[in-house]
């Protein structure tokens, strides 16, 4: 993709995917600090916990047995025993105290720790980072993050948590070990069609949602139009759109594609839209044809991210009635006319 899009948009584009827009712009940021993605997010990383530590790291109870001469908690026999208690005077007893030694303040930890170990984070961040773990010295994270997602569960008490997280997640997601031991690298997450197609995919929906009020935005799911001969349909999977936009007037399905190269060349070397990309968004439109209301007239949208070596894409055509449009959204330029076009795509 092209790697020239401003940080500031780099920035805006993930906030929007979070849904934690407003959250994230008011963090104060110097994106002059950030000159490259992995210092970008690091930055906004670490931002992100000055103002979770001044609202207060996340505690729940945790058990612990300590040889006390005095009963305080639950007492632990099986261990008072063997340890000879009558003798020795002393009890053995279990006892609940809040802890930051929780999961997502390990997944944080265990991001510092690492982001400690980057190559290319500049001093200054690494210097912020050190003064964020001394908030942390109570919480061991001797596992891998991945371990620790894989036990993440956020509830009402710790969802203010929501937004850090994602930051872990992305950060680990985009993290290269290197050849000596404990070092990582970050590759290029725009290069990265799997985690991108997800972003952009998300970005656009949330956009629409806190950007404008004509219509209602939401995913559609539904079956294939087939009929089982023998077995069950069990094995078909169901069609959802990236983005259903609709009104009483009017109703637009977007699919999004994030892709380096989403033309492809036929073999008379001339440039052209992936077949596979035109069948689903017309296979949409085609079953929306069986609804009432403007459903049935549904408006579809093929959108991409604009590549520095592709041209821009702005077609429009009509497919049995119903108006099918091509377009790129050129994330290179300023935010308000990134803002602008996705307005003006949908009226």
Known sequence: MNTTIPVQNIYYLFLYAWNKFQEGKSLELNLE?????????????????????????YKNYKSETNELQY??????????????????????????????????????????????????????????????LKYFDECNAPETVSKYFSQLKLNNSNYYYKFPINLCGLIHKIQLPTSQKGNFLFKDVLEDEVIMSDIFETFVRNFYVIEQNDFKVSRDKFHW???????????????????????????????????????????????????????????????????????????????????????????????????VSIHSLNLNQDWQSIHNDLIGLIH
């Open 225 to 323: 139009d087939l009929i089982a001969e023998s077995g069950t349909l069990d094995l078909i999977p169901m069609n959802i759109t990236d983005i259903t936009l609709r009104n009483s007037n009017k109703t637009i399905v977007i699919d999004t594609k994030y892709y380096k190269n989403p033309l492809t060349t036929s073999q008379y070397g001339k440039n052209q839209i992936r077949q596979d990309h035109l069948r689903q968004i017309t296979s949409y439109l085609m079953n929306f044809e069986n609804r009432d209301g403007p459903d049935s007239k549904a408006d579809g949208i093929l959108l991409y991210p604009e590549v520095k070596h592709q041209q821009k894409l702005h077609e429009t055509f009509q497919f049995r009635g119903h108006k």
């Open 71 to 132: 009963i305080k908690g639950k007492i632990n026999f099986p261990v008072s025993i063997k340890n000879n208690f009558e003798n020795r005077g002393k009890i053995f007893c279990e006892l609940d105290s809040l802890s930051i030694d929780s999961i997502p303040n390990k997944i944080i930890k265990k991001t510092l720790l690492d982001l400690l170990a980057n190559k290319n984070l500049k001093f200054k961040l690494k210097q912020n980072i050190k003064i964020i």
């Open 33 to 57: 600090d950030s000159p490259d993605i992995p210092n970008l997010f690091s930055n906004i990383f670490v931002n992100s916990l000055k103002r979770l530590i001044k609202r207060g790291l």
